[in-house]
């Protein structure tokens, strides 16, 4: 079982962002619902080399998550410090019309900490 706090440590080594994610999605989505709160309940810490717009991204897709699936939402994602306040993030360095795109469909959870991606950034196939 991969955690959410054990997919930071992989992004604090230097490994790619969306593998990370993705691999930690995937994880996710095959556990029940007692292992899912538990991949999420434990807050990353010492990730001083992940980009902050990262650390956000993995705080609001936790966020999502828990909403979408029925649990708790941990308390460790409402921390200031996994909200960007200097510079909205745009996923894909999205410009122009996309740009708008995402910040009409972008989830909740992702708005709250001034991200802006795809509706289904969470979607695998």
């Given at each position: ?27 996710f ?5 007692s ?9 990353p810490?010492?990730?001083?080399r ?14 999502k ?49 001034n ?11």
């Open positions: 079982m991969l955690t959410i706090s054990q997919a930071m440590e992989q992004l604090n080594r230097g490994e790619d962002f969306y593998i990370v994610l993705g691999d930690f999605l995937d994880e989505y095959r556990q029940n619902s292992t899912r709160q538990a991949m999420i309940d434990e807050e810490i010492g990730h001083t992940v980009r902050r717009e990262h650390a956000a991204l993995f705080a609001a897709s936790t966020h998550l828990a909403d979408d699936y029925g649990l708790a939402v941990p308390k460790w994602v409402m921390d200031k410090k996994y909200k960007l306040t200097e510079q909205p993030y745009f996923d894909c360095n999205a410009k122009g019309n996309l740009r708008l795109l995402f910040m009409y469909k972008s989830p909740a959870e992702f708005k709250y900490r991200l802006f991606v795809d509706e289904n950034f969470l979607m695998r196939v």
